[in-house]
């Protein structure tokens, strides 16, 4: 079983920044992809950022040139780095890493327990 724990949410002032970290307790070469999502009160949970195995990152409209997604093999940990937060970024944010069978395509996703980041204005 795959364990993921997420840190480094809180509270913080528009425009200001936060890091959140992922640390995984399996290697991080396993993973095809890892995420980062949100899920604002009352809102679906949705992709705020991406990277897969081999650096491809991918980022939502609302977030490019603001969050960056990065990883430390060596410490089997994702980050977000996320800069010029406004108050619509304030969300639980979710760590989500996923293996996809080469075969039949099977994903099998594993999710963090979320960390709240609140921004204000």
């Known amino acids: 079983q795959v364990q993921l724990v997420e840190s480094g949410g809180g509270l913080v002032q528009a425009g200001g920044s936060l890091r959140l970290s992922c640390v995984s307790s399996r290697n991080i070469f396993n993973f095809n992809v890892m995420a980062w999502y949100r899920q604002a009160a009352g809102k679906q949970r949705e992709l705020v950022a991406s990277?897969?195995?081999?650096?491809?990152?991918n980022y939502a409209d609302s977030v490019k040139g603001r969050f960056t997604i990065s990883r430390d093999n060596v410490k089997n940990t994702v980050y977000l780095q996320m800069n010029s937060l406004k108050p619509e970024d304030t969300a639980v944010y979710y760590c989500?890493?996923?293996?996809?069978?080469?075969?039949?395509?099977?994903?099998?996703?594993?999710w963090g327990q979320g960390t709240q980041v609140t921004v204000s204005s």
């Open positions: 989500n890493f996923a293996v996809v069978t080469p075969i039949s395509r099977l994903r099998s996703d594993y």
């Open positions: 990277i897969t195995s081999g650096d491809n990152t």
